[in-house]
């Protein structure tokens, strides 16, 4: 009965798609019935960096140096303007795509699990947190969407509860890594130092460019007696 189950569900969705197609993001072709947002030729040419395999050298981490100390620094794709990672980005942000960034969450996270052992390393996964004015505006904060992705491939723990944006800042962009610094320092808070305490910490962010944010949310954790951070971002600048 199961089987009969999903070819009727099956037949169902190639039929409501034959109405009304449900496109790609990315190339607006059709999606077949197994795919979500993103068709499977797309998907083969995301611009992905590899760095948790060793493909590429991790240059994030170089960002950090001498600064505060990390575990490591993964991005999922390389961020190149008027690219697909670009359009992606756009979309989780702008367009009420949320399932764009759980969805990319989770395939990252699956790679992350099956190809080396960071999941391993972690307890617990926590998003870099908007002010709540931006969060009222917004609705959603994009981050916690891809953060939520990895926690549920990786299954570990997420939580939105243990970092908050105490100060309203202005956009980061257009501006060089001091007036970045200098915009966001101070502007974190650990909500729940009981939550961090002693854990081996995640921190997820939609793009790394100069690195001001998260390592004013690195320091803030630290700070919290958290026992260590390693971070993942969705994209990342070449």
């Not at 650990?190 to 921190?203: E, F, Q, Y």
């Not at 690195?218 to 070449?238: F, K, Y």
Request: proline letters at 3%; aromatic letters at 8%.
């Amino acid at each position: 009965m199961k089987s009969i189950g999903k070819l009727v569900t099956g037949g169902f969705r190639e039929l409501l798609n034959l109405f009304y197609p449900n496109p790609c993001l990315l190339c607006r072709n059709t999606l077949q019935s197994q795919e979500e947002q993103i068709c499977t030729a797309c998907r083969l040419k995301l611009p992905e960096t590899g760095q948790h395999r060793g493909e590429a050298m991790a240059s994030g981490q170089i960002k950090f140096a001498g600064k505060v100390p990390v575990e490591f620094v993964y991005a999922y794709l390389y961020f190149n303007k008027k690219g697909k990672t670009q359009r992606l980005i756009h979309a989780l942000k702008y367009r009420n795509r949320k399932d764009i960034g759980s969805l990319l969450g989770r395939w990252y996270g699956y790679q992350l699990k099956t190809e080396s052992q960071l999941h391993e390393q972690i307890d617990l996964i926590v998003g870099v947190p908007l002010h709540p004015a931006k969060l009222r505006q917004r609705g959603y904060n994009q981050s916690d969407w891809f953060a939520m992705g990895l926690a549920e491939t990786l299954e570990i723990p997420w939580s939105d509860q243990a970092l908050v944006r105490n100060q309203y800042t202005v956009s980061q962009t257009g501006k060089d890594r001091i007036e970045r610094w200098q915009n966001v320092s101070n502007v974190f808070e650990v909500k729940n130092p009981d939550l961090v305490a002693n854990k081996r910490i995640l921190l997820v962010d939609d793009v790394l460019t100069t690195g001001a944010t998260l390592e004013a949310c690195t320091a803030t954790l630290l700070a919290s007696n958290s026992r260590s951070v390693g971070i993942i971002t969705l994209a990342a600048t070449r």
